[in-house]
């Protein structure tokens, strides 16, 4: 991490290049923010208008923009929310120096989290809860029992070197402790992605928050986000299209 170069992103906020995957933490033409916010918080909260607490899969932490961008939603809006944020990273380095991370001023009000968690990989208080994992993405799902989370923010480095968490496997076990009304969020496009997710028993949706689109699974038909994809169709019309499989590895 410590070679890992600063960018500036197009909304002004910063990222890192990661020189071991040789990619962006974030798109630097969405920005690191705004990426957060359009990508995974505001789908994701648009699905969810009315719940009280929501138990919440980051995958990765990286930088934390998915989940601070959360807290700054939640507080923008004077949501009268709960939130359980869980998330594995495998670079303690990397979290130990978010302290010290120049991140957009949006995350000033609440610096103190920011901190807590840099030093102690958790944080704690009566509407808030945040616990990174040191260690392997899955080996850290197995964790959790069946039915757990209300959201999945699905933002890895790309299938290209970050493959073990875009496979069919992988999914499979994601799809075991989401809740029947859940959703994920992901930035990821290709058809063998989502002919990954697809397989693993998601339906599959897509939107454009952005000039980007990007992919929304559930584990049941909904009509409140989202374009619904036919990967029946798609798999009939594109018959080289296939999910990615933990055996490719």
């Avoid at 594109?238 to 499989?245: M, P, Q, V, W």
Wanted: charged share 30%; hydrophobic share 35%; net charge negative.
């Amino acid at each position: 991490m410590q070679s890992d170069k600063l960018v500036t992103t197009s909304d002004g906020s910063h990222t890192l290049f990661s020189k071991k995957y040789n990619q962006h933490f974030h798109n630097t033409e969405d920005g690191g923010l705004s990426e957060a916010l359009n990508k995974h918080t505001i789908p994701a909260f648009t699905y969810f208008q009315d719940k009280k607490e929501l138990n919440i899969l980051d995958i990765c932490f990286g930088l934390g923009y998915n989940t601070f961008a959360t807290i700054y939603y939640i507080l923008k809006n004077n949501l009268d929310i709960k939130i359980n944020i869980y998330s594995p990273e495998f670079d303690l380095d990397l979290i130990k120096s978010l302290k010290d991370f120049t991140f957009p001023k949006e995350f000033n009000e609440f610096k103190n989290i920011i901190n807590e968690l840099s030093n102690n990989q958790k944080y704690e208080d009566e509407k808030i809860k945040i616990e990174i994992f040191i260690g392997d993405a899955r080996e850290y799902i197995k964790t959790f029992q069946e039915n757990f989370f209300d959201i999945v923010y699905q933002d890895a480095f790309s299938s290209e070197v970050n493959f073990e968490l875009w496979t069919k496997e992988y999914f499979i076990d994601i799809y075991k402790i989401c809740k029947e009304n859940s959703i994920i969020t992901t930035y990821a496009i290709s058809t063998n992605i989502r002919l990954s997710m697809y397989e693993a028993g998601f339906f599959i949706y897509e939107t454009r928050p952005t000039k980007r689109k990007i992919t929304l699974a559930f584990k049941q038909e909904q009509m409140i986000i989202g374009k619904y994809i036919d990967m029946e169709l798609k798999k009939i019309r594109n018959k080289e299209a296939k999910a990615l499989l933990d055996s490719f590895i």
